[in-house]
């Protein structure tokens, strides 16, 4: 009787006659909840319904490697499960554990189909067939974003990784010949019968040459290149097409190249300076290829970063690394007419959240805002601490956003970009993770010649979940 009255008291029972709910009650059983214990698991088949009647239980969905608490049933009446009651392949879509003492109905779905369709004939038709239309539509709308997500982010890491992975395999190529040149001048010098005084002089001359501080522009590099191979032609040089180049790049003057003529004589001239031309070359190529390989080591960190692959879900984090790392996932976009106006306050505390989705929240905000300007205009990223928040303010100069745009920019679904365009994610997806994963606060202010784009999360505070709807 006990059991029947806790349940007649329960809102989600109002349609159903004293004689139906005995007979819901009687196919199910009462399912004491203790803290910490599990009650059901995500991805299993959803077999049972679980009713709440006392107590509350937490929600829980993996992720990574972490089980992130999603919601909570603290309210008599709310339910999980039985999803097989009307899709054979339906599941739980969170572990469901114990939060404080109550207890739940637990009611086979076998037995809630039969009910429902003997009880609500019509109404079990509507709810199998909305069941199966939403699963289906939200399949397809995931799949369609994460495909369009991962698109975008793949078009721009390649794009980045394109040019330094390019130049290091220009270098290599190149050094190879620079090696090939310098053995061969070795092996002339040899012939030549150089000393080993004068290639030890020859040696201290080329410790002598420095980098300008002021390298010289296009066209005077080029006149400077052209007096060095005039000397060289002067002096019998015959290869000084090959010689000229390094020695010009590397600031060398005529005046040194004067100095080389009083320790090498006249038969070992060429090779001596085509010796000093090619070590200049290999140290520059060697340069290149460091440059070229640490940028691909930066941009491979810059993913995981971004990712958060390799780290816990529910962290604390510092907003900037995330802000940067979105900033050179989306550096294909970033063309010469953007400037980036990085205003990052000091002593900004971490919060904790989960860092992954606030990247995603960034990459769509400055996507939008770059879109917006059209290569060319000022974006712009504040973050400082506002009392116990901390704020993320990304601006841009783009024409702005109408006041109807503005008010319904954070609805589902609603877009003003044409079909291909953007990353597919959606400012109602940047509002849910905000919103409802780190209970902070997402805005809009735009007028004409500016937009920005505000976000406000609790510092150092736990991030708050409200419970599934």
Not at 331 to 351: A, N, S
Request: net charge negative; aromatic share 6%; with cysteine.
């Amino acid at each position: 009787m006990r059991r029947f009255d806790a349940l007649r008291a329960l809102t989600l029972f109002d349609g159903l006659t004293d004689a139906q709910l005995e007979e819901l009650a009687a196919a199910g059983d009462e399912v004491r909840i203790t803290p910490g214990v599990e009650l059901f698991r995500e991805g299993q088949h959803a077999d049972f319904w679980w009713v709440l009647v006392e107590g509350a239980v937490d929600l829980l969905r993996q992720a990574g490697r972490e089980a992130a608490v999603v919601g909570r049933m603290d309210v008599p009446g709310r339910w999980a499960g039985g999803f097989r009651a009307w899709d054979q392949h339906g599941v739980y879509l969170a572990t469901g554990r114990g939060a404080f003492d109550g207890w739940l109905l637990r009611v086979p779905a076998a037995v809630l189909r039969d009910r429902t369709s003997a009880w609500f004939p019509f109404g079990a038709h509507l709810v199998e067939g909305l069941y199966g239309t939403a699963r289906a539509i939200e399949s397809t709308a995931r799949q369609n974003a994460g495909l369009a997500t991962l698109g975008t982010l793949a078009a721009g890491f390649a794009h980045e990784i394109n040019n330094p992975a390019a130049a290091a395999i220009r270098a290599s190529t190149a050094l190879e010949d620079a090696c090939a040149a310098l053995v061969s001048s070795v092996a002339r010098l040899v012939e030549g019968g150089v000393s080993g005084a004068q290639f030890a002089a020859l040696d201290a001359l080329r410790r002598e040459i420095e980098p300008s501080v002021r390298p010289l522009g296009p066209l005077a590099m080029a006149d400077h290149e052209d007096a060095l191979s005039s000397w060289l032609v002067e002096h019998d040089v015959d290869r000084d097409w090959m010689i000229a180049p390094a020695l010009a790049a590397a600031g060398v003057d005529l005046a040194w190249c004067e100095r080389a003529t009083a320790v090498l004589a006249p038969p070992i001239l060429e090779p001596g300076l085509e010796w000093v031309a090619s070590t200049l070359s290999v140290a520059t190529l060697l340069a290149e290829v460091q440059d070229s390989t640490r940028r691909v080591s930066e941009l491979v960190a810059a993913v995981k970063s971004y990712s958060q692959m390799d780290r816990a879900s529910l962290q604390r984090v510092d907003l900037q690394d995330g802000l940067e790392s979105t900033l050179m996932m989306l550096g294909h976009k970033l063309g010469p007419g953007v400037e980036v106006v990085r205003r990052y306050g000091t002593g900004v505390p971490r919060v904790e959240a989960y860092a992954g989705e606030l990247n995603q929240v960034w990459t769509n905000i400055i996507d939008n805002a770059l879109d917006a300007m059209d290569g060319a205009g000022t974006l712009r990223i504040d973050v400082r601490c506002d009392g116990g928040d901390v704020v993320v303010e990304i601006g841009d100069t783009g024409p702005g956003m109408s006041p109807e745009v503005a008010h319904r920019a954070f609805e589902a679904f609603y877009t003003t970009k044409d079909v291909g365009k953007g990353t597919g994610l959606g400012l109602d997806t940047a509002r849910r993770i905000v919103v409802d994963r780190h209970g902070g606060r997402i805005g809009v202010d735009s007028r004409p010649g500016e937009t920005v784009f505000w976000v406000r999360i609790r510092a150092g505070a736990r991030s708050r979940h409200r419970p599934a709807d």
